[in-house]
């Protein structure tokens, strides 16, 4: 694993430029991104599966306050909190306890998701994959005197500001992330084991994977004084009392540090491999498997697969925090990253390509297929030049240099300094068509042969 230094001099050098994956010559140390964004702490841990750990804290537990964010600070864990969740439901399928695939009205008795027919319809794994279709939710929480209890709101009763949890979409049809989903699989786990959530995850998950730092009982943060760092919204603002209440424990209710947040993602990692004592290895590659063809989402777990970016984990944003716990399996190296600000995603995703260009290094050279050079003719005249150089495709836009492409192992390739995916698409007539993807939206680039004279 890096050294401490290592990262000392990665955290001097982060990248206001994340798109390309490209180090940028913009570039600023974590204190002055801390200034910039008003973010007041951040806390950093990176581990190797070996169970070498190295973390620390910068900045402050909240603006207006001297006391400094140390390694064992504790930081609301957001969204991370479905990724724990999920790790102790497949525990409970390993036990037999649960069933992936069983209808779970076959397990809840405290509530019922409405259904005209009487027919729940949903089963445990499109829970855990967002894929059952459930109310589109995110939680706010709420002041500790009048958050409302879980059935309410499923309910969408009581205090409650979420609307009820109902099926919205056909369940199976599509993915859609939503709390609800965790929120109805939170009161499944309940009435499967007879035993509060908060307990259950307690023994279940954080004291195996020796999470000692953190829990999922509201009250954990008050019984640490001085080692929980404030909530604030964006500008800077704190959150009245430093932080909220959030019965959705399972979906957004964790409080945590780095350090243990990576301990469960190396886990992971060792179950995917056979080297863990808690949990199977097929369960661990079904957490990594997307579950909608094409998905970017396992069972838990946010997944990046492609080359030069290989990275599975979560990230997180409640109401004054945000964080991120990634594991890069193939350099065996895990980094999570907290923040006590609603402003911390810029900083994180800075801290996040720094890792992705220190464990995600892999390329993958494949011979370029030689029928699709040519010109292509984007719009307007605009020409795309495809040839191969030194035994790789290259790519040359209008008054351009020419560049050569990655290739990835499903035909696609990358433009090394852009946000920019290049796939070759045979049609009918089998020639090829070029499809640009910038920034999520797709253009085709047809050959030049084909245009009007």
Known sequence: ????????????????????????????????????????????????????????????????????????????????????????????????????????????????????????????????????????????????????????????????????????????????????????????????????????????????????????????????????????????????????????LAAAGLWSTPTDLLRLDLEIARAASGNSKLLARDLATQMWTPQIPGGTYGLGTELDDRPGRRRFGHTGLNVGYTCFSYVWPDSGTAVAAMTNSEDGWELLVS????????YATTRITAAPPGDVTGRYVLHDDYPIDIAVADGQLTLAAAAQQPVALLADPDGRYRHPDLDLEVRFVRTDDQTHVLELRQEGVTQTARPATEQPE
């Not at 369940?171 to 084991?193: E, N, W």
């Not at 801290?351 to 220190?358: E, F, K, L, V, Y």
């Open 1 to 248: 694993m890096d050294s401490p230094q290592d990262w000392v001099s990665l955290l001097g050098q982060l990248d206001r430029q994340v798109s390309s994956g490209q180090l940028s010559p913009d570039t600023a140390a974590l204190p002055e991104l801390m200034s910039s964004y008003d973010v007041p702490g951040v806390s950093i841990a990176v581990g190797h599966v070996s169970g070498q750990v190295w973390a620390a804290g910068f900045g402050v537990l909240a603006g207006e306050t001297s006391t400094p964010v140390t390694r064992s600070t504790a930081f609301a864990a957001c969204s991370i909190s479905k990724h724990v969740a999920a790790f102790g439901a497949l525990l409970l399928v390993q036990a037999g306890v649960l069933d992936l695939d069983a209808d779970i009205g076959e397990y809840l008795t405290s509530w019922r998701l409405p259904d005209r027919e009487g027919r729940q319809g949903v089963t445990v794994r499109q829970l855990l994959a967002h894929t059952a279709g459930l109310s589109d939710t995110w939680y706010r929480g709420y002041a500790a005197d009048r958050a409302p209890s879980l059935v309410q709101v499923l309910e969408g009763s009581g205090a409650t500001t979420t609307p009820p949890v109902r099926r919205t979409l056909l369940p199976g049809s599509r993915f859609r992330y939503s709390g609800s989903h965790y929120s109805v699989l939170q009161q499944l786990m309940v009435d499967a084991t007879g035993t509060p959530f908060e307990d259950l995850l307690r023994t279940l998950v954080l004291e195996p994977v020796a999470m000692a730092d953190s829990s999922f009982d509201q009250r954990f943060p008050c019984q640490r004084p001085g080692q929980v760092a404030k909530g604030h919204h964006v500008g800077g603002t704190r959150i009245p009392a430093g932080w909220r209440t959030q019965p959705e």
């Open 351 to 358: 801290i996040r390509a720094a890792a992705d260009r220190r």
